[in-house]
């Protein structure tokens, strides 16, 4: 059963609870959906204590009934299948570029990040005399000036991920704005604008030691975003480690998700070689799909050659990429393998 | 100056040695112009300023429809692609005229990478297209801006060399060779390293995602490279022993990605044989050729090595 996000939240042993211990290392690869965010950490006092790093999608949810901890880590894209889908819909390559950007522009921000959240502690200390306040100032005139060379020397590779820099160096100058006037003293945090979670979380957190230590790495950007109408529910028919496929009944297809390759393209085939038994076609929606192989493609290909004369299987929702390798590989125009061009799937 | 044409009874693989702009166009010139007379079908597969060249050379005669023209950069920047197109090319043509081909892979802006792969692809051609039907290629060699090794070169890779309308067996041929020992280079700066079995094919392709985005490659060829690198890591699985490693680093160019296995390759042209419709035509190699600009391929009693290059964009 899918449950909404509010009833998600509230039901005991969260679904959307983040799997994976933290702090995150350098190169975690472990859940294909990380998006490593570089955040400041302070102590309670606000003085920095360095920097780690947090996903994007990890934000604090409140679990209740039976929960002997109020708050848990929350991944804002819900459970294992719904990060899969989302990293379906990016698309992985996109995801990893993503990343890269995202890892350039941490490494690139964190000194300064760092002098911001030094001089704005002085500021909001101080009072009187405007000299702190004005070294603020200079201090944040320097970091916008840095970050639109940044960005702007990267024009083509945010371009590639449909980020423009333009609307990025807005925003920069907007939370700047917006940074300056924050009154609060205790515990500042640096709010990444909620919105289009395909768009780059640009900007590190502080977030005060004892909430990062006590809830693994405090908040997050709060960036999720409410996920398409759930699904209608599916019956699996194979489920393996990276591979899941499931019988959808409207319209009837085969709906395959993860990754088929070496380790799962013979359960496919097998799978497939019983659904087209005697003949006919079958119906394969492969829009959740992170990767195929050619041994995939083959699998599909031999199945609907052992079920005999004019089977065919008719793909929907076919990834680019995966189109455009089984056109490189030789295979396009074959007459067992049909695209489906259905409009605004 | 016109030369009666030899008379062609198996494949005639001939390097034109020319000098400059000039003599390239009055030796390619007349090796069209006599095709043209003999009626012979043709393909001329050199750069687009060359095309323009011999246009303007030719005359009316560039506009025969038996006289076609493609761009080396584009059927030739990986050179794996050239033997494919001139096979597919032989195959379409109709059997009652002669063939004659033209093509120039080495030009003198090709990197020291390609430079080897395409001395490689010039000894293949000989195992391509032996006792197959018989055409004639001319491959035309600039001695005015080329190393003068690479000139060499070409006579131990063409069994003819014609060079100031002189067509002579070359000396320097020692029969069809078929795979180049040529060593790889270590790279330098640095590398990340990892080795793979049939349960690490999930990690070995976030590995090479992860980096590939690192070194600046855009979204599709990061999955091109990661493709490709599954593929021949999939190769080592099933052919190579069951494992391997793998190595990725950046060039000036390119990423590069590496991936070493104890296997042999048994065919000098598994990598570019075009597979057809059949599921179990092989098709990992040819496939990787042409999703990456370069494909560096040796193998030996003690195991292959295969490097795949992408370049940034």
């Not at chain 2, 001395?119 to 035309?140: D, I, Q, S, T, V």
């Not at chain 2, 979204?219 to 699985?237: F, G, K, M, Q, Y």
Request: glycine fraction near 10%; proline fraction near 6%.
């Amino acid at each position: 059963m899918i449950l909404g996000r509010l009833e998600r939240e509230n039901a005991a042993g969260s679904t959307d609870r983040c799997p994976w211990p933290r702090p995150f290392p350098a190169d975690f690869g472990g859940c294909p959906a990380f998006q490593p965010v570089d955040f400041v950490v302070a102590d309670s006092l606000n003085r920095t204590l360095g920097s780690s790093r947090t996903c994007r999608h990890l934000s604090v949810g409140a679990g209740t009934n039976g929960h002997s901890s109020r708050y848990y880590a929350r991944c804002a894209l819900g459970d294992t299948a719904q990060r899969r889908r989302w990293l379906a819909e990016v698309r992985p390559e996109r995801a990893a570029v993503m990343r890269a950007l995202q890892e350039e522009f941490d490494e690139f921000s964190r000194t300064y990040r760092h002098e911001l959240f030094a001089a704005r502690t002085r500021a909001l200390a101080d009072s009187g005399d405007g000299d702190a306040r004005a070294r603020l100032d200079t201090t944040l005139a320097g970091f916008l000036a840095a970050t639109r060379g940044f960005l702007e020397s990267r024009v083509a590779r945010f371009a590639d991920v449909d980020v423009a820099v333009e609307d990025l160096v807005g925003r920069v100058e907007g939370w700047a704005d917006a940074w300056q006037q924050e009154g609060a003293p205790a515990s500042p945090q640096l709010q990444a604008p909620d919105g289009d979670p395909e768009q780059l979380s640009l900007l590190g957190r502080a977030v005060p030691l004892r909430e990062a230590l006590h809830h693994g790495n405090g908040n997050g950007n709060g960036n999720g975003h409410a996920h398409d109408a759930a699904p209608p529910a599916l019956e699996p028919l194979l489920a393996t480690g990276t591979l899941r496929v499931e019988r959808g009944a409207d319209p009837p297809r085969l709906v395959v998700s993860g990754e088929i390759d070496a380790a799962t393209s013979a359960d496919l085939e097998r799978l497939l070689a019983a659904e087209l038994a005697g003949g006919g076609s079958v119906d394969l929606d492969l829009g959740g799909v992170l990767f195929c192989d050619l041994g995939g493609v083959r699998a599909i290909l031999h199945a609907a050659r052992r079920a005999g004369c004019c089977s065919r299987v008719v793909v929907h929702a076919m990834p680019a990429h995966l189109r455009r390798a089984v056109r490189l590989a030789g295979w396009e125009g074959v007459p067992e393998l049909v695209l489906a061009e259905e409009a605004g799937a | 100056m016109t030369e009666v044409a030899p008379a062609l009874d198996a494949f005639r693989h001939e390097a034109l040695l020319y000098a400059g702009e000039d003599g390239f166009v009055e030796g390619a010139g007349a090796f069209i112009r006599d095709g043209l007379e003999a009626g012979d079908a043709m393909l001329v597969v050199v750069s687009t300023a060359r095309i323009d060249r011999l246009r303007q050379h030719l005359g009316s005669g560039a506009r025969e429809p038996a006289l076609r023209f493609a761009d080396m950069a584009e059927v030739g920047a990986n050179p794996a692609r050239i033997i494919p197109a001139w096979q597919a090319w032989v195959k379409d043509a109709g059997p009652e005229r002669s063939l004659r081909g033209i093509g120039e892979p080495i030009w003198s802006g090709r990197s020291p990478d390609e430079l080897v792969e395409c001395e490689r692809h010039e000894a293949l051609l000989n195992l391509a297209f032996e006792g197959g039907r018989p055409w004639w290629l001319l491959c035309p060699y600039d001695t005015a801006s080329l190393d003068p090794a690479v000139v060499e070169r070409a006579r131990t890779t063409h069994p003819h060399v014609g060079a100031e309308g002189a067509h002579q067996p070359s000396e320097g041929y020692h029969g069809v060779s078929t795979w180049f020992e040529q060593p790889l280079p270590e790279p330098r700066g640095a590398v990340v390293a990892t080795s793979f079995d049939a349960a690490g094919l999930g990690a070995l392709r976030a590995l090479v995602s992860r980096q590939a985005a690192r070194y600046g490659l855009s979204a599709r060829r990061v999955a091109d490279l990661v493709l490709a690198a599954n593929e021949v890591a999939t190769n080592s699985l099933r052919h190579g022993g069951g494992g391997g490693g793998l190595r990725i680093w950046q060039e000036d160019a390119a990423v590069v990605c590496e991936v070493r296995d104890q296997g042999v390759i048994a065919s000098p042209l598994a990598d570019r044989t075009a597979p057809g419709h059949d599921p179990d035509a092989p098709r990992g190699l040819w496939t990787v050729n042409q999703l990456c600009d370069l494909v560096q391929l040796r193998t030996s009693p003690a195991g292959t090595v295969v490097r795949l290059h992408v370049r940034r964009q």
